[in-house]
């Protein structure tokens, strides 16, 4: 009896054991798996929809007459946006011609009597004749210049007409008719869409896993589709907090050191795939970005 019931307390304690070291394998694969998971394997919550942002401003100053747009539509290339005081400009346009046929004429003259100085001979001085064609050269010059005016009043008379550079979507649309535009400006924003990519900003540590082509899994908030991409390049640089400039153009480094030391996250530029239309790509919208790492390639511990 004693023996057995000896046997009875080795098999349960036996048991126990093995079922404490079974859960402990259970965790220490499981925290090792999260420890890849968290720390080397490339994917982020820290992404962003990015775009191409047009920053509309107008070439010339005026009145705003006419504003085709509203906020929030879609636009093309060459679409106008709005319209600035075409009529004075038409009149700066029209003094300049005026101004060029007025030098014309001029000229016209002063070659007509340089040529009745040179066909009289010696009856005129050669300061006369020298007059004549100096007069000629510089009415010359002056037509040019007329002439370099009335381009500019068509040139600007164009540009009173603002369009749309790029495809997009024109946003921030506060502009209204009669509203004075200055030159260089900003009056609305236009996102120019054939542009949009995604930023993910990974981890320094989680860098050594990602290459160029490799093909990713974005996942928006809020969205129940993900959406494919492939990475186009990795950040060249970020900024160094850690170093400012200084008025003696020197380096100033930060003297403190912090001892708990973060990550850097490095943005990962994403080139995407073909959307569906009912996926709205709003610049600044929130994205899981995760990388799809091929199985043959070697995974490269921390070294932190």
Do not use: C
């Not at 679409?79 to 004429?105: G, K, T």
């Not at 068509?154 to 535009?181: F, H, K, S």
């Amino acid at each position: 009896m004693e023996s057995r019931s000896d046997l009875k307390k080795i098999l349960s304690v036996s048991g126990r054991v093995l079922v404490t070291a079974a859960a402990v394998a259970v965790a220490a694969v499981g925290a090792h798996r999260l420890y890849l998971h968290y720390n080397l394997e490339p994917w982020t919550r820290d992404g962003r929809v990015r775009a191409d942002v047009v920053e509309v401003s107008p070439d010339v100053n005026g009145l705003v007459t006419a504003v085709l747009v509203r906020d929030n539509q879609t636009v093309h290339a060459g679409q106008v946006l709005f319209v600035i005081d075409r009529e004075r400009y038409e009149l700066a346009l029209r003094q300049a011609e005026a101004v060029i046929a007025n030098d014309e004429a001029s000229l016209v003259q002063a070659k007509r009597e340089r040529q009745r100085d040179r066909a009289l001979g010696s009856l005129v001085t050669t300061e006369q004749v020298e007059e004549g064609d100096t007069k000629v050269q510089a009415l010359s010059a002056q037509l040019q210049g007329a002439i370099v005016q009335r381009d500019t009043a068509r040139l600007n008379l164009e540009r009173t007409t603002v369009r749309a550079t790029v495809n997009g979507i024109v946003t921030n649309v506060g502009l209204q008719p009669g509203d004075y535009a200055a030159t260089g400006h900003q009056v609305l924003a236009l996102v120019d869409t054939d542009t949009v990519y995604v930023d993910g900003y990974f981890e320094e540590t989680k860098l050594p896993q990602i290459r160029e082509g490799d093909r990713v899994r974005i996942h928006l908030m809020g969205q129940d589709t993900d959406i494919g991409g492939t990475v186009e390049s990795i950040a060249a640089a970020i900024e160094d907090r850690e170093r400012s400039a200084s008025s003696t153009n020197l380096v100033n480094v930060n003297p403190t050191f912090s001892w708990v030391r973060l990550a850097q996250r490095i943005p990962v530029r994403i080139r995407l795939d073909h959307v569906s239309d009912d996926i709205r790509l709003i610049p600044g919208r929130t994205a899981t970005v995760s990388i799809d790492v091929p199985r043959n390639r070697p995974v490269e511990g921390s070294n932190l």
